[in-house]
């Protein structure tokens, strides 16, 4: 059973480099979010998805972007990199939009120099 | 104020000490409450949801007041495997599971 897979699970960038954050989940659940963790602080949300070709922003989207083609897939996209995106970044999923367990991803951690 | 906050510690306890931690949230629309592990460097997993009526597993309990907007966890008879950071979280309205920044436990041998 895989859950959520994240890659890749490290990656330094040059400021102004792009990349894409991969995530897939074999479970069928329709929600994904991706969230940042700063150290010592809680989980911030950048983007989530409550279905195939449905997306929305969440608390810090700016300078992020996200596709949902696939139920499975949810590729988190970084344009421009900045030392303000060095972050671990989680991937998420649960079946339902309320009351739901989310499901994590090991997460990616970026640095950004 | 942020939607979701915790006394961020760090608690530190001995082996066998009851602690318990409390998290407040400002949207009064917030349907599920859940109260997240997160060890070092690791992902957050799901230590257990919070229902109005109390929810108890072995030795955590969670408890939600409505009318005070607030969550809470106890933890009775500590163990070392127990230190962590706790992260409470709520879903709003907008189907967004919100974290708040996290409390430190250790526990000391």
């Known amino acids: 059973n895989a859950g959520v897979t994240q890659t890749p699970k490290f990656r330094i960038l040059k400021i102004g480099q792009s990349m894409t954050l991969q995530c897939a989940q074999d479970?069928?659940?329709?929600?994904m979010y991706w969230y940042r963790q700063d150290p010592g602080m809680g989980l911030k949300l950048i983007y989530y998805s409550v279905g195939a070709g449905i997306t929305d922003k969440g608390e810090v989207p700016n300078g992020y972007n996200v596709s949902r083609s696939t139920t499975e897939d949810f590729p988190l996209r970084l344009e421009l990199a900045a030392p303000s995106q060095t972050s671990v970044y989680f991937c998420?999923?649960?079946?339902?939009?309320?009351?739901?367990?989310?499901?994590f991803g090991e997460g990616s951690r970026l640095t950004v120099l | 104020r942020k939607e979701v906050e915790q006394d961020p510690g760090p608690f530190n306890v001995p082996e066998g000490a009851t602690v318990a931690f409390n998290c407040t949230y400002s949207?009064?629309?917030?349907?599920?409450f859940f109260w997240y592990r997160q060890d070092c460097r690791k992902e957050p997993k799901l230590l257990m949801s919070?229902?109005?009526s109390g929810n108890e597993d072995g030795r955590f309990t969670a408890q939600l007041n409505r009318a005070s907007q607030y969550i809470s966890l106890l933890i009775r008879d500590s163990k070392l495997s127990d230190s962590a950071t706790y992260l409470c979280?709520?879903?709003?309205?907008?189907?967004?599971?919100?974290f708040g920044s996290g409390t430190q436990l250790t526990v000391l041998p």
């Open positions: 949207n009064s629309a917030s349907q599920s």
């Open positions: 998420a999923s649960t079946p339902s939009g309320m009351g739901g367990e989310l499901f």
């Open positions: 919070v229902y109005s």
């Open positions: 479970m069928n659940h329709n929600y």
């Open positions: 979280a709520g879903f709003g309205s907008a189907r967004q599971l919100t």
